[in-house]
């Protein structure tokens, strides 16, 4: 339990500042100093201790300052793979310090992993902002600062990995800790834990700090609005900074994840889901889909052929409303079962009937990832997608290896499936799909890159010999876009997404 751990490290001898923060080179130069150089300030100790017992991998942090936390939690990390901090990056020049403060706490810390021979690409500090909506800091400066979702490399990490301790210290007033909360726990894995703080009560400190009341507000609506997801939670007040008098308490709030227990069924269709081969082919894609640049956050989504819902986390990471569709009512049943919490929002429909999803409205964003090409009727399926499709389609499918301009029709093999849904499938050729896709939206692009997947040929047409599955992806918009990992032809060769770390 959380309130014994922190009962535990109250009676055990504190980690010093100096202790802590001289191997960082941290003990001096930045505007925090007064706090180092105290031996009543053992905020930094509590961190250490509570992170050192996760024994953590991986570790996000919104609010970088000038490091002294993330400096904290690296240093009770040695299983350390991954480490992601963010900062609006103006906290520098309101403290009338000469330097920007996250570029500040990267050149230290980066050297402290030099030393330790640490690579610099899995520790890594971006200039961001956390918030969503037209929000900054505390007084909300700093609303030009880009979102984090708008940055392509921290929407490929933050996607793609999940993190067991998340430290959220950033925007502290009106429902800046909350909305921080929802964004950060899509992104804690199960059994993993938030750690927050200045928890501080309206009463005694209304007239002290500018959030009090607020975060205490924030960390009840959301605990309350999560209980069911909730293992455990405690306010912590112990940790303090200077001065010596009540004013220098910053109780932490923490908040442990529950595990959820999914029971794997043997033997069944939907096995062909947990594949590695099927399991690499998603990360493959989404990974790709997040490097593209594309505005997908805070979006309305259609998710057609969702299978078991492998998918539909990546959406959820972005904060996104997602509605999610499949034709196997087994797979339906499968996806409801690993995730009750989306029962109402996943639905059994057939893309081969015409007007199959004409009654879930408009989204902003259709996406229709390893699907088309299973079915006979691509056209139908487009067509019929377009009539949902606001902004943005997003198709993924196995094309044929040569533009040939045919839907290319081939009898399902049996592949994974005991009993296929369509006995006649398609290999759509990239000119057809583009042709098609041109009926519905004004602007059609392939991309420059192919996700990092042996599947997706680069150079055009595809040797018949070298794959099984040839598979391409297609970005249709109903308004142009000038993204430059976009191009509106059909490209002979394309490069291969790099690996982000
Ligand atoms: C209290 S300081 C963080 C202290 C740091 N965690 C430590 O203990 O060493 C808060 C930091 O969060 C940043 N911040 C505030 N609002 C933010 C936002 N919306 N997005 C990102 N960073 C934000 C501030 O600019 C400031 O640098």
Redo the contacts with the bound molecule.
């Keep these: 339990m959380i309130a014994e751990t922190c009962k535990t490290i109250e009676l055990e001898k504190s980690l010093s500042n100096i202790e802590l923060f001289e191997e960082f080179d941290l003990t001096d130069g930045h505007p ?1 100093v007064s706090n180092i150089n105290s031996n009543h300030a053992n ?2 100790n509590c961190l250490y201790k509570i992170a050192n017992r996760e024994k953590p991998r991986r570790i996000l ?10 400096a904290t939690m690296l240093k009770a990390s040695p299983n350390i793979e991954l480490f992601v901090s ?6 520098g020049e ?1 403290l009338g310090f000469s330097q920007n ?1 996250i570029d500040f706490a990267r050149t230290r810390i980066h050297q402290w992993c030099c030393h330790r021979k640490i690579p610099l690409n899995r520790i890594r500090f971006y200039r ?4 969503p909506g037209v ?4 007084e909300n400066f ?1 609303v030009e ?1 880009r979102k984090w979702y708008d940055i392509p490399d921290l929407v490929r990490l933050l996607t793609h990995y999940e993190f067991d301790v998340i ?1 959220v ?3 502290h007033t009106d429902d ?1 800790l909350y909305n921080d909360f929802v964004t950060v726990w899509q992104l804690l894995r199960d059994g993993g834990l938030i750690i927050c703080d ?1 928890l501080h009560d309206e009463k005694t400190y209304g007239k002290i700090f500018s959030w009090a009341g607020q975060t205490l507000e924030s960390f009840h609506r959301f605990t309350n609005e999560h209980k069911a997801e909730i293992d455990d939670q405690y306010i912590w007040n112990y940790p303090r900074v200077m001065p010596m008098d009540y004013t220098g308490l910053r109780p932490f709030g923490l908040i442990r994840k529950k595990k959820r227990m999914i029971l794997e069924l043997t033997k069944k269709w939907f096995d062909f889901f947990n594949k590695q081969e099927s399991l690499a082919i998603i990360q493959a894609r989404q990974d790709h889909l997040a490097s593209l640049g594309l505005d997908l956050s805070y979006k309305s989504v259609l998710e057609v052929g969702c299978g078991i819902g492998k998918d539909t986390c990546f959406f959820e990471k972005l904060g996104c409303t997602i509605h999610s569709t499949d034709s196997r009512p087994e797979n339906v049943a499968e996806y409801l079962r690993r995730r009750p919490d989306r029962k109402g929002f996943v639905d059994i429909v057939d893309l081969n009937c015409s007007n199959s999803h004409v009654k879930f409205g408009k989204f902003n964003i259709v996406y229709c990832y390893g699907t088309l090409h299973q079915l006979e009727n691509p056209s139908q399926c487009l067509k019929e997608l377009s009539k949902n499709c606001k902004d943005l389609f997003l198709l993924e499918t196995c094309v044929n290896s040569l533009d040939n301009g045919n839907i290319n029709s081939v009898y399902a093999d049996d592949q994974g499936e005991d009993k296929p849904f369509n006995e006649i499938k398609c290999r759509p050729a990239r000119d057809w799909i583009m042709q098609e896709l041109k009926k519905y939206y004004p602007y059609v692009y392939c991309t420059r890159t192919q996700p990092a997947h042996s599947d997706y040929p680069i150079i055009w047409p595809a040797n018949r010999e070298e794959f099984i599955n040839t598979r391409c992806v297609f970005v249709a918009s109903k308004r142009v876009l000038c993204h430059p990992t976009l191009i509106p032809d059909i490209p002979q060769s394309q490069g291969r997404l790099e690996p982000i770390i």
């Design positions: 925090w905020y930094y942090e919104l609010g970088t300052a000038f490091g002294l936390s993330a963010l900062d609006l990056g103006i906290y309101q403060n961001a902002n956390s918030q929000v900054g800091d505390n700093g600062i430290f210290d950033g925007k800046g200045d």
